[in-house]
């Protein structure tokens, strides 16, 4: 699987809109990019993961560059309760079950202040 | 849906012991997979089992073992306990049938003595 980078830490103030960014930029053609995030001792949760084309939950955007070596994940309005690790992971597709392992990097501590 | 459940939460042990964690899936999932996190390595995959088989390993020594019943729940055995195995075990499960989002469980806490 490609390797991330991610920013250690980030702060946003609460009701702003928080832009993590992720670095993929050996990622291949039929790799997703998939986001988690962590809350203190918690188990990982799973936010949204798109392939080349923009994606929107209920949680959260994913904006993915055209060139697919990048991406920001987008919590438009943060919360005291978002604070958490943030996991970018990039993960092969479609190789008939013969790659179910997940490599979390060290994430982007997010700490959304009042 | 429930979501994936482990049991127990909490967990001491000493040395030298033996453990079984349990794995829950969430109901149609036929794929559990295992991973242990800690401080200083992070969070690292175990293994992965689909339909009662192991399909897919990580580099952890043979201590490590799990097994897949029927039903899909899954559990994971630790033996001759060593102090560097505390730490959260975490599963996650999925559909199986390709390389689908993981949703994980709350996670066993275990600290070796």
């Known amino acids: 699987d490609a390797k991330t980078t991610q920013p250690p830490s980030m702060d946003c103030a609460e009701g702003r809109a928080a832009n993590l960014p992720c670095n993929h930029s050996?990622?291949?053609?039929?790799?997703?990019v998939y986001w988690y995030r962590q809350i203190h001792s918690q188990g990982p949760q799973y936010i949204i993961h798109?392939?080349?084309n923009n994606e929107t939950n209920e949680m959260a955007s994913l904006i993915i560059t055209e060139d697919r070596k990048s991406s920001t994940l987008i919590l438009p309005h943060a919360t005291l309760r978002d604070t958490a690790v943030y996991y970018c992971?990039?993960?092969?597709?479609?190789?008939?079950?013969?790659?179910?392992?997940?490599?979390f990097g060290k994430g982007t501590l997010l700490t959304v202040n009042p | 849906k429930a979501g994936v459940t482990q049991t127990p939460r909490y967990l001491i042990k000493t040395r030298g012991q033996q453990v079984t964690l349990s794995c829950s899936p969430i109901?149609?999932?036929?794929?559990v997979s295992w991973y242990q996190q800690t401080p200083g390595q992070g969070l690292q995959f175990l293994f992965e089992?689909?339909?009662?088989?192991?399909?897919n390993k990580g580099n952890f020594p043979g201590r490590f073992s799990g097994r897949q019943f029927s039903n899909s729940r899954s559990e994971m055995n630790v033996s001759t306990l060593e102090l560097g195995d505390s730490a959260l075990y975490l599963c996650?499960?999925?559909?199986?049938?390709?390389?689908?989002?993981?949703?994980f469980g709350p996670g066993t806490r275990l600290l070796v003595l």
């Open positions: 996650a499960s999925s559909l199986g049938t390709g390389e689908e989002t993981q949703y």
């Open positions: 050996t990622i291949s053609g039929n790799e997703y």
């Open positions: 798109g392939l080349k």
């Open positions: 992971i990039v993960r092969v597709a479609n190789s008939g079950g013969s790659n179910y392992k997940l490599t």
């Open positions: 109901s149609g999932h036929r794929s």
């Open positions: 089992y689909f339909s009662e088989t192991q399909r």
